[in-house]
């Protein structure tokens, strides 16, 4: 009978000291009321009425939101939307759980100080651009810190700023400004490559029409050679042969005139003055 009860004994003893922790989560354990062990998910043993189970924490990650006003370098006063992803470190849990009385409260003070530094240093501009390398910053500035009491930063999301009404206004203007005198200078820039562009055209064109010019000249001049050469052999003194050849050349100029421009010209005896009608 009595080793019947010892039986029972034992067995309530070892019931009462088995402990079953959750997946993502550990158990804090104290012996006497001083930190033991931290027990790990899974079925786990105790000491009955000698150890006991203090805290069960959770190694889900948790999320803190939050708003915090800050003023910008440029002495903009703006509110900033914050949500503040936070998780116990496995290895550290018990340091989260001795070591911060209000988690949640002091990790969330922590993270807001820090932003409110790290945005005095930035324009509201800086501010609404770069959001990324302010929360790297915060992370940055928080990991080590954040360690030492057992948690870890996953990640810090920073929303838009809030601004009043009248600073956005002026905000957009400022804005506006920048983008009209953006495009004013490329503007002015491409009418520059424009000008560029014509005068190089022009230029390369003129060249052009004087190397036709002086290619033309030097075609009339191996002519007149060959035809002045023609008819001196042919017995033709080289007086009447010029004087063929500039009246030759004063028909063809005043056919020219004739065909492309609006003058009439009167072929008129060399003393007598070439009357010019205008038909205009």
Known sequence: MLIFFLLILLLVAIAAGVR??????VAVVETFGKYSRTLNPGLNVIIPFVQQVVSVISLRVQEIKSEVEVKTQDNMFVKLPVALMIKVRPENA???YYKLQSPETQLSTWVLNTLRGLSATRTLTELFEDR?????????ALDDL??????EVVNVLVDQPSVS????AAFNRVVSSRREREAAEQEAEAKRIRIIGEARAEAES??????GLAAARRILAIALTDAVV???????SEQDTLTLLLETNRLDTIKYAAEHGKLVLMDVK???????VNLN
């Open 270 to 276: 060399p003393t007598t003055p070439m009357p010019v």
């Open 146 to 151: 954040l360690a030492a009491y057992g948690w």
């Open 230 to 236: 023609t008819a001196k052999n042919a017995g033709i």
């Open 94 to 96: 018990a340091d989260s």
């Open 20 to 25: 079953t922790v959750h997946q993502q989560t």
């Open 132 to 140: 990324g390398q302010l929360v790297a910053g915060v992370q940055h």
């Open 165 to 168: 009404h009248d600073v956005q």
């Open 206 to 211: 003129q060249t052009l029409r004087a190397e």
